[in-house]
DNA sequence: CATGAATGAGGCTTCATTCAT
DNA sequence: CATGAATGAAGCCTCATTCAT
């Protein structure tokens, strides 16, 4: 999401990109605390240009967020297309632990940083595609229908949380869903 | 568990314990990127006295680690001798959940220092005791018999993660427990 | 004072105004610790563009000293011929502390910069120029015959400088000059 | 001026008052602007230390600052002492302007760091002590009684000023507070 | 043993300057 | 010529750790 006001250069968008990526990368795997020197060396740029690109340390953290945030509404949107929508949701709770790895930038921030980031927007967007899939599935019969959006939100967080810090395999990751798509199943 | 080839002084011994709950406290508020100076000063103790009880910082982590899951392991034995077998292992997910927030430490550390820190022993304990919970819970009839432990465990973290990084409330941690407690019960 | 060995295009002698100007707006408010990217934004043009016509911050600093003493010669000029020669010197040193907020580049670049910048020959100009003013003044009467142009220009800086950096309002300007003149004029 | 609640170690006040020395020379040669780094070095003490006892650059600067206004009010009450009261006043102006290097600090200081920096109470002492001076001088008669406070301050930070950044060999000190000297004094 | 001063590597950020577009 | 992205040295400051008192 570039701020394109003026077009920019084709080699500075490249490199804007290549940093969002290489940060992607060394957040997930150091967390949040590792060095913007590294970003940069991943990314193949001075440290001068990721300063350039991000003033702040926490204006990059921001913008991964955004991407990941918007990656994750936009899975949402194709799941509602290809699926029945009696499992839809279960699908987006199955993708969302298997990328758990990937994901772990975005809990971590949202833990660690808290406070200090705010990206309610994109948040609100999530929400909102997440209430979707939840509606369809319980008009298709597959949730109960006094289960709510703010707890579904909550497991989604939980269990993505625990999939990157516990290190699940896909075994204990397909069990673990089970029991919560039981929980989230009608009632019989 | 303080290492006691030698008995160690009573004054020492008091400095160790201030240092440990002040370290619980100050990694539980600011994190685990809060500075050792911090935990010296909120214990009264000088900089060096706490390097002398705990070589690393590393030390320190893990050290507080062990005291909480010695815990966690005691609650369960209090659960297993006030409860119902058969909710046993809920009211073990509920004090937990409402916890959270004390325990913010021990996950924050499980997932920052990850490969660092490694404390087998306590983990495993806990393990046991909670497998104990489980047991007991299937053979009350009140949890599924097709659901292990692993995955029990699983979703004790998760929901615990959750509940710390998502700030969930009152009304909010029922809500999911819920949902969680009807994928763990009998299929109906 | 552009080298022009060759004319110069009319734009790029536009631009090199403009940053003049610019820079010694810049470097009056924030002092010449100011970024050259905050010069070529108030001119409006790129940075580049400001590093080809002066390749280097002090090469600006340079040429704006040296506009801002041609400036000054010039209003000595101007005084020389609508005053009475007997108050000329005191209207200069009037002037230059009432300006002296423009003049604060002056000031600090010598100061800062010291023995980096040199502009012998625009400080000589202004020498000969003051000169002229004591001069007249003495023979006019109104200032004592032993007193001579290192002091006179001692004074001026003096003044200024402390004009500036004290930050003196008009009524102060006006008590700390009468004693200067005082010191100034014929003994009894 | 150490703030010794507790009366601080030997090794400690040592190295703080190395730096302090270390720090005027440097911030005297360089300006302000001049690197931590190399007060360090000059104090033969790590970068860290530096910041142990001063936690900001503008503490250090302060520190300073305090430390020269200090010494200055204590010249006031050594020639209050000394000399007799209608000379002591242009005795105190004349060794502002010999020590002008030492002071350079003190001014650049006062130019620079401007609203950031405040020092007022030191300020304030140094004006009541220059106060005296005048106020005896005038009782003595050397100095006009039209003269007032600021206008001797804002002579003092001029003068002083101006030898620091013109470098005023002492002929030209001489001459320059000559003049000044016969405004001060009675109109014949 | 406790104290707290000293160390110095490392992190974030700024900015003069260079160079591809 | 102008543009503005890229570079990288350098500055300020923090903090885990060591060591003299």
Redesign the pocket.
């Known amino acids: 999401m570039p701020p394109d006001d003026?077009p920019?250069?084709?080699?500075?968008?490249?490199?804007?990109n290549r940093i969002l990526q290489a940060a992607e990368q060394v957040f997930s795997e150091r967390g949040p605390?590792?060095?913007?020197?590294?970003?940069?060396n991943r990314a193949?740029?001075?440290?001068?240009?990721?300063?350039?690109?991000?003033?702040?340390?926490?204006?990059?953290l921001r913008e991964i967020m955004k991407g990941l945030l918007a990656r994750l509404v936009s899975d949402v949107e194709m799941l509602r297309r290809d699926r029945p929508p009696g499992t839809a949701l279960f699908a987006f709770f199955t993708t969302l632990v298997a990328q758990a790895a990937r994901q772990k930038t975005v809990l971590d921030l949202l833990a660690e940083a808290g406070t200090e980031l705010s990206i309610p927007d994109a948040v609100g967007m999530l929400e909102r595609s997440v209430d979707g899939l939840l509606t369809s599935a319980q008009d298709a019969g597959t949730v109960r229908r006094d289960v709510h959006l703010p707890e579904v939100m909550a497991l989604l967080g939980a269990v993505c949380q625990g999939a990157v810090t516990g290190g699940w395999d896909e075994r204990l990751q397909a069990r673990t869903l089970a029991v919560v798509f039981a929980g989230l199943g009608p009632a019989t």
Do not use: Q
């Open positions: 003026k920019m250069r084709a080699d500075a968008l490249r490199n804007r605390a590792a060095s913007t020197e590294e970003v940069a193949g740029v001075a440290i001068g240009t990721v300063f350039r690109h991000f003033p702040t340390k926490a204006d990059l």
